[in-house]
């Protein structure tokens, strides 16, 4: 019953925000800190909704001004609720170009000044990845989930390279995101309040590298990363 109740909230309170949202975007279409406002208005209440006590240590992210590569842990589809109050300002992200038929979340998508990606058509993505270093110049940074898809599990997948290709190109800084695992834990059919930490790591730069230096620039991302969200793990077990 209580299941029920809050993905019926919830899908209420997914759509109010496609509408709202639609409005401001029309108004002020791909505004670069739309994404942020969007992120805002679906996570804030959702987070009350799925009674998430959200932790959020993201000192370096928003520290650091505008014009990074933010890489994050992809979780569930329920990753914009958790965190999307950590987006900093001038922040949009990559997606696939599928979203963008999602009716209302995918118009907001477009107007927030994401960039789609049609991963099928290795002409457009090439498209698509040139936008994203102009951007990147425009002072504005890029949030991409690196492991391309949606993993609940322990360890992190395999990093894809077009975030560190990007990084690279326009010699700007990669700032880890990491997310505990809060997926296999949630339950929508309890009243009980889970915590979820939400940690940015210090930016990791890419000045003077080249694309042969990207194999270990993944993997001491992913490192970082990995023992971020273990040390998170083992934070929360003690409490």
Known sequence: MLYSLRMLLLGLHFLLVGGIGLVIGLCRPFNPDNSRLFARLYSVPATWLMRIRLKAEVGPLFDHPPGCVIV????????????????????VAIGKKSLGWIPLFGQLFWLGGNVLVDRKNPYQARKALQKTTHVLHNDTSIWIFPEGTRNPDEHLLAFKKGAFHMAIEAGVPIVPVCVSRYARRLSLNSWRRRTVIVRSL????????????IPALIEQCRSQMQQCIDRMEAELASH
Do not use: C, E, M, Y
Not at 72 to 91: E, M, Y
């Open 72 to 91: 994050a842990n992809h979780q569930s589809n329920f990753d914009l609720f958790v965190i999307g109050q950590v987006v900093p300002k001038r922040t």
């Open 202 to 213: 210090p930016p990791i730069a890419t000045a003077g590298l080249s694309q042969r230096d």
